[in-house]
């Protein structure tokens, strides 16, 4: 029987993309970055600075406050909370950039399509007519929103990655579809005997800043991994990639990172590893599997038996699997 508190706690999550959507008109603004940590600015005074208008900007930020991002007083007066701070660009950990991302256009369309995936199509390309790379590509800010988001996306999986795999016997790696580098970044500050070359698309490649190449030890290379991938490296890196191909792009990807690897090479994957049972796993997990498939149609998480199974078809022996302390696990392989 539901009682009074499912009802709400339901009707809530019905409205979550009304949420989601204020959250990102905030983010979009900067309004945690005009406010000071421990300070309060008068909410008129921030839609000038905006140039916005200040009765629709209160209302936006009075239905955040209620659910705990930012606090507004009777007088207008805004302030911050824990959950606003993180709203800051240069918060720890901040979620600025995801803020940014979830309901960016591109994916916005894509998920009132979501629909589409039920009798086989691809969402996002019934809502925009391209694929999502093809759309990032035709959308530079979009598309480095996404860089972003992925370089500090919420699960923090680079650091943690960085930190629970040995990489002290890794001379060169490459980073295969490998975004910013962030990832390769963090390992190399903690490695640094160790280079790397960060694989991607034209556009991700030509946007790193320079500052962000460790003085030369990562270089950035412009490429298609359903093509080619640089050769004779120690090891090749595969994180959060697999999860938007189908299970035929990734066999594609697989067999190209094996063509390109020696014997003794290692392959990582860094994927998150879904549990079949949604009483077990966290409720992001499947909302990103759903993301999957808004985005990319039959891409998505997989289970630790799947990733064996498409190792296998490419080449590779299975060796472990290595926890961190990210939702993020390491599958670690080599050529067969
Ligand atoms: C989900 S992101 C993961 C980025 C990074 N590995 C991380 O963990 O933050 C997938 C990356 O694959 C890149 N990508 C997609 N298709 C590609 C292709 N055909 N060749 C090279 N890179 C590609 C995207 O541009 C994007 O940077």
Do not use: K
Request: with cysteine; glycine share 8%; charged share 25%.
């Amino acid at each position: 029987m539901e009682t009074t508190d499912d009802r709400e706690a339901l009707v809530l999550l019905m409205r979550g993309f009304q949420i989601s959507r204020a959250i990102r008109l905030a983010a979009d603004l900067r309004i945690a970055n005009r406010i000071e940590p421990d300070g309060g600015r008068d909410v008129h005074d921030l839609a000038a600075e905006c140039s916005v208008q200040g009765e629709p900007l209160l209302r936006c930020l009075r239905a955040l406050a209620s659910f705990g991002i930012f606090r507004v007083g009777a007088d207008g007066r805004v302030a911050h909370s824990p959950r606003s701070l993180l709203l800051r660009s240069d918060a720890e950990g901040s979620l600025h950039a995801a803020a940014r991302f979830y309901t960016a256009p591109g994916a916005w369309r894509a998920w009132e399509a979501l629909d589409e995936a039920l009798v086989g199509r691809v969402p996002h390309e019934a809502a925009w007519g391209a694929s999502r790379f093809e759309y990032l590509s035709r959308h530079p800010d979009e598309a480095r929103r996404f860089d972003q988001y992925m370089a500090e996306v919420p699960d923090r999986h680079h650091e943690a990655i960085a930190e629970a795999y040995d990489f002290s016997g890794c001379r060169t790696a490459v980073d295969v579809g490998g975004g910013r580098g962030e990832t390769v970044r963090r390992i190399l500050v903690r490695y640094p005997a160790t280079t790397a070359i960060v694989l991607d698309r034209a556009d991700v490649i030509a946007a790193i800043p320079a500052a962000l190449l460790l003085g030369g030890r990562i270089r950035p290379q412009a490429g298609d991994f359903f093509d080619q991938v640089p050769a004779g490296a120690d090891l090749y890196l595969l994180v959060r990639v697999l999860h938007d191909c189908s299970d035929a792009d990734c066999r594609r990807v697989l067999q190209c990172c094996r063509q390109a690897m020696a014997p003794g090479a290692r392959l990582l994957i860094g994927e998150q590893i879904l549990d079949p049972d949604p009483a077990r796993g966290a409720p992001a997990s499947y909302l990103i599997d759903l993301q999957m498939m808004a985005m990319f149609g039959s891409a998505r998480e997989r289970l630790q038996a799947e990733f064996q199974d498409l190792l296998g078809a490419a080449g590779f022996r299975f060796l472990r699997t290595v926890a961190t302390a990210s939702s993020i696990a390491i599958i670690e392989a080599e050529p067969a």
